[in-house]
């Protein structure tokens, strides 16, 4: 596959493709460095602004709006476009890249569920979850670990060049009373959050991933904390392909 063509990378980032769509964009992405840091690009900025939003419920028509005109930007050159040459060229790639990033902002800001312990798209659907997961494993660099953990084992698996990672709690002990496991990505400026973390369950981390080296489990109080107010139980080096 050649480049010609790039992908829907908003539409991928925010799970609004169908499969096939999906599938095309999987395999576009192991050769296409630009669009790998396009769907990092948005995934980023859904993520950072959804933290500092407050709750918001859409209604069907405002979210059924937002994402028709994400899915109607054009994300690929025109033909006047791709004739151009040096700054002209730069000039108009920039611009349609502020126009749909705009409106992947707008979106975040629409759709922000719970601040930044639950902010990512559409996190409650498992099927989001479970696109997610493909993206990732399907990756070039994708890494997976596995380790024992309270009775049972969690498995990251994550992505640089996606900057996204899911961790699987599979038959893993429930916490004891109104507490709740949650995730940190440890990075060179210490830890950030990654999500509170269900059992049973694969939960998409809410960090992004670069420059992460270690990814910590604390047992926190219901609801989660914007730091970590225990010691891990769990903490898992992060390794990279």
């Known amino acids: 596959m050649t480049n010609d063509t790039h992908i829907d990378a908003v539409g991928y980032a925010l799970d609004a493709v169908d499969d096939l769509e999906r599938a095309r964009s999987e395999r576009h992405l192991q050769d296409c460095e630009s669009c790998r840091r396009e769907v990092a690009e948005v995934a980023e ?12 419920a859409p209604s069907p028509d405002v979210r059924s709006s937002l994402l028709a005109q994400i899915q109607h930007t054009p994300q690929t050159p025109s033909s006047r476009a791709e004739r151009s040459i ?27 569920g719970a601040g930044v312990i639950h902010a990512q798209p559409w996190a409650g659907s498992s099927n989001g979850v479970t696109n997610a997961q493909s993206r990732i494993e399907h ?33 893993v002990a429930a916490t004891k009373g109104d507490t709740t496991y949650q995730g940190w990505f440890i990075k060179s400026d210490g830890p950030t959050n990654a999500g509170i973390l269900k059992t049973d369950h694969t ?24 730091v970590p107010t225990k010691t891990p139980i769990l903490a898992l080096p992060l390794t990279t392909t």
């Open 45 to 56: 900025l859904t993520v950072t602004l959804a933290s500092d939003v407050p709750p918001l």
């Open 86 to 112: 040096g700054a002209r060229s730069a000039r108009t790639s920039g611009r349609k890249r502020r126009a749909v990033l705009g409106l992947v902002a707008a979106a975040a800001v629409v759709v922000a």
């Open 139 to 171: 990756a070039p660099d994708a890494t997976r670990q596995t380790v024992q953990f309270q009775g049972g084992t969690v498995t990251v698996i994550s992505s640089r060049s996606l900057n996204q990672a899911v961790a699987t709690l599979h038959k």
């Open 203 to 226: 939960n998409r981390l809410t960090a992004n991933v670069q420059g992460a080296k270690e990814f910590d489990i604390t047992v926190e109080p219901a609801g989660g904390s914007q």
